[in-house]
């Protein structure tokens, strides 16, 4: 009687007509012992041809439940289909100067509905190939009519549908954002209001147009996801248990309901975990991070709760699919000491595979972008797919394997852990994070590590680690070419520093993406002018990073850091631009020219020595106007050395200085940190042997006799235009470097009452080794006269910069635009 009644009333709420009749009259055929109804327990009283009618009739049931199954994924496509209509006319007024959404807009209000609209689409062609399949068997079978509905099988396709219900993961964190977006800019742009509120879909089963407002159409998918478990419910109850698809539904079904218990929180508990305590443990920040070990490098995921760092593993990890989680370590954040160690240098193996794996990422990128243009032509590669899913793992091992700069973490316990970064960036946005609440906590809630660690999955943010080739053809408006920044100045500082800046730009790795300036001189408003320039393939996002040196050495500070996106409109024009960092702003410009890359090597480049080799070589090698040793040695001289008596004149260890000098002829990174801690005379006898090694010195040996008749001149006037004279006809290299140098001279000798070096002193220590006369046609004691008297001459010029032909010179030059300016790294001279 039950099933009976149960059937009846479903077929009439699926408008299916049934004929009168009744239910005694079925009881009787089915039930032909009066007491079965009293003793389950019994089954001799079924015969077969009555049993059969029970199967045939829940098969029924079950094919009804199918068709409406299979109907109601066909209205669900097409809503998806309409939400996505509007999203190509989106992006492309994106690129306009006046944008319905910018690109990150629409890449929040959209985000997911592509995927989950190619997964219900494989579902619904699945099922009704199927369907259609069991028909045609019926038909053919004739008088066995429903053997065919009972043999086929649908519960795979239902596994396959659950088992990527963590597709709908990012959609429902995403969903209020998007909602939001839609809200606002329903409310202030009428074309988008138009679009907004009155959204068609006219692909129905009875090609009726159904209207719907954008708001609407974003919910449908959360409604969707809450009926899958019922709709398996339903399917389960109608199909018999020795049925083939029972226990792969009942598999679909605890799947789905163990999905959908996690929806159900509210949105407290999709961020937080409740304690021992009664407390909430909120999740403030997660990410993919590289963990250092004694058995190397591993990627790890990071959750960072309002009072300790959990770090897991990735267990069967498989690109775009579920993750499964394993606790591998937490800290509690109470008395935890975070230390940012610099950056490492990788033993030459590791550099070397690197390299190579850059190359094969850089040729899987071009076999990826030879067989979407065979694709586009319609001619279909099998390959594709396993090109990608080769880029992707080489990105991946790049990712593990390539980060260099080290953040410490060390408890109270004697614990300590290490993390490398491959950005500066996201290293800052961790070590903030965590000191912010380091500030904030004064005690910890032991954790329930299963429970803390089998939650990760539904309260992280992060969904995958950020792979480029995760995105391979989605890329809209990235940069693939030159990307050319000029750093200038940077104001807002409260008092003054030495400031070295850090730019970063995202896309694929193939080049280095991360250069730093050279640090400024003590300013409150620091000024660089130096351009840096990137090989970029795939950048959207440039990142910059302010870094204040420490004064004991020990970690740097980071002072601000900001970030823009990048706009392919900015092509061989320079834009400038103020970037706000916090209570600071950064003055920069920037220039893209687009053009094909050419392939990265698959060798290690070998760094070319320093010491005596001419300085334009160098100059051009490193891409400046004035060598790095000259610029490193010479502000940590100022840093450290004005104070100190006889600098200059008092030389250091010469086997520190040869090992210094050995470190800049063979790692340039590594030099650079040795100079901020080698002893300060060290690095000035470095400064002082760097120019007395050179093979030919700063001023030009056929300039000396020049110089020799320009100190002779009796008028001063003369004397000094004469003077700028030569100065202009040095070659750029030697000219930039001899203003730095003699602005550095002069800056030393402003503390002469401590220091004890006059410009005359300073003279006579670097004279010799700037200038040099032909050889065998001057004695030494009117050599050394020359020398000393060039330079003190010079120096003492930039002294008196308000009478200086000079400074005026030096002055003009710096208000040159920036592509006239050949040598923008001027310094301040102070009146």
């Known amino acids: 009687m039950d099933l009976f009644e149960e059937a009846l009333e479903y077929l009439q709420i699926e408008n299916v007509a049934v004929q009168p009749s009744s239910p005694s009259d079925l009881l009787e055929e089915v039930f032909t012992d009066d007491n079965f109804l009293q003793s389950p327990l019994r089954t001799d009283s079924f015969s077969l041809p009555n049993a059969r009618n029970a199967s045939e009739d829940m098969l ?110 990012g959609f429902i964190d995403n969903y209020e954002s998007a909602v939001e977006i839609v809200r606002c800019c329903t409310q202030t742009d009428q074309r988008f209001r138009t679009l907004a509120e009155s959204m068609k879909s006219g692909k129905g089963s009875d090609n009726s147009q159904t209207e719907y407002t954008f708001e609407a159409l974003l919910y449908k998918p959360l409604d969707r996801v809450t009926k899958t478990t019922l709709v398996l419910h339903d399917l389960l109850s109608h199909t018999p248990p020795d049925h083939h698809d029972n226990a792969l539904l009942q598999e679909a079904l605890r799947i ?45 995921h990071l959750f960072l709760y309002t009072d300790l760092l959990l770090c897991v593993k990735l267990r069967g990890y498989t690109l775009g699919r579920q993750t499964q989680y394993r606790y591998s370590w937490h800290m509690p954040l109470f008395g935890l000491r975070v230390h940012w160690a610099g950056e490492g240098d990788h033993p030459p193996e590791l550099k070397q595979r690197i390299s190579c794996m850059k190359a094969k990422m850089y040729q899987l990128r071009e076999a990826l972008a030879q067989q979407t243009g065979y694709q586009k032509k319609g001619l279909h590669s099998r390959f594709m797919d396993r090109i990608q899913r080769k880029l992707q793992e080489c990105e991946l091992w790049l990712l593990t394997h390539s980060p260099s700069l080290t953040l410490e973490l060390h408890s109270t316990s004697g614990r300590s852990h290490t ?24 005690d910890t809630v032991p954790p329930d590590l299963l429970t803390l660690t089998n939650s990760c999955v539904k309260l992280r943010m992060t969904q995958q680690p950020h792979l480029e080739s995760l995105h391979y053809g989605n890329a809209v408006r990235s940069l693939c070419g030159t990307l050319s920044v000029v750093i200038h100045s940077c104001s807002g500082l409260q008092q003054p520093a030495c400031v070295w800046v850090c730019v970063e730009v995202d896309g694929f790795e193939f080049y280095s993406n991360r250069a730093q300036t050279h640090s400024s001189l003590n300013s409150l408003n620091p000024q660089w002018n130096q351009e840096i320039s990137f090989q970029v393939d795939g950048a959207k996002n440039l990142r910059v990073v302010c870094v204040t040196p420490s004064e004991n050495g020990k970690e740097d500070r980071v002072t601000g850091r900001g970030s823009l996106k990048l706009d392919p409109a900015i092509t061989k024009k320079w834009k400038k631009l103020n970037l706000p960092m916090g209570q600071l702003e950064l003055s920069l410009s920037i220039m893209y020219s687009p053009h094909p890359l050419d392939p990265p090597s698959s060798t290690l480049p070998q760094q070319l020595p320093v010491f005596s080799i001419p300085i334009e070589v160098v100059a051009q090698q490193e891409g400046v106007l004035v060598p790095q040793v000259v610029r490193s040695c010479a502000e940590e001289v100022e840093r450290r050395g004005l104070q100190e008596e006889g600098i200059y004149r008092t030389s250091g260890s010469a086997k520190d200085i040869q090992l210094l000098k050995h470190t800049f002829d063979t790692n340039l990174g590594e ?119 060039v330079v003190f001459f010079t120096c003492s010029v930039m002294t008196c910069p308000l009478l200086s032909p000079l400074y005026q010179w030096i002055q003009r030059m710096k ?9 923008p790294e001027f310094f301040e001279v102070e009146c």
């Open 671 to 789: 030099a650079l940190k040795c100079v901020r801690s080698a002893e300060v005379n060290v690095v000035s006898g470095t400064l002082k042997l760097y120019f007395r090694d050179l093979p030919e010195p700063l001023f030009p040996v056929d300039h000396y006799h020049s110089l020799k008749k320009a100190l002779d001149l009796p008028d001063l006037s003369s004397k000094q235009s004469t003077l700028q004279n030569i100065l202009e006809s040095c070659p750029d290299a030697n000219r930039n470097t001899l203003l730095y140098l003699f602005h550095h001279l002069r800056r030393v000798a402003e503390r002469v009452d401590v220091n004890k070096m006059s410009i005359m002193n300073l003279a006579t220590v670097f004279g010799p080794s700037l200038l040099r006369p032909p050889v065998s046609r001057v004695d030494i004691s009117e050599e050394v006269v020359v020398q000393v008297q």
């Open 419 to 442: 993390l490398l970064m491959s950005s500066l960036h996201q290293l800052e946005e961790w070590r903030e994070a965590i000191n912010k609440l380091i500030g904030e906590n004064t």
């Open 256 to 300: 789905s309901s163990s999905f959908l218990s996690g929806l159900n929180e509210t949105s407290q508990c999709k961020k937080a975990v409740t304690l021992s305590k009664g407390m909430r443990r909120q999740l403030m920040h997660d990410g993919f991070v590289v963990c250092a070990s004694e058995h190397g490098p591993s990627l790890r």
């Open 60 to 169: 029924e049931k079950r094919l009804v439940v199918l068709r409406g199954i299979l109907n109601s994924e066909q209205l669900y496509l097409n809503e998806l289909e309409t939400l996505l209509m509007p999203m190509k006319a989106l992006k492309a007024t994106a690129g306009t100067s006046q944008p319905v959404l910018s690109c990150q807009d629409i890449q929040t209000v959209f985000f997911q509905v592509p995927e989950l609209l190619v997964l219900h689409k494989d579902f619904y062609q699945g099922l009704k190939a199927r369907l259609e399949g069991a028909v045609e068997q019926d038909e053919d079978l004739g008088s066995e009519l429903h053997q065919g509905a009972y043999q086929f099988s649908v519960g795979d396709l239902f596994q396959k549908l659950v088992s990527q219900l963590a597709t709908y993961r």
């Open 815 to 823: 208000r040159k635009p920036l592509c006239e300016l050949h040598f």
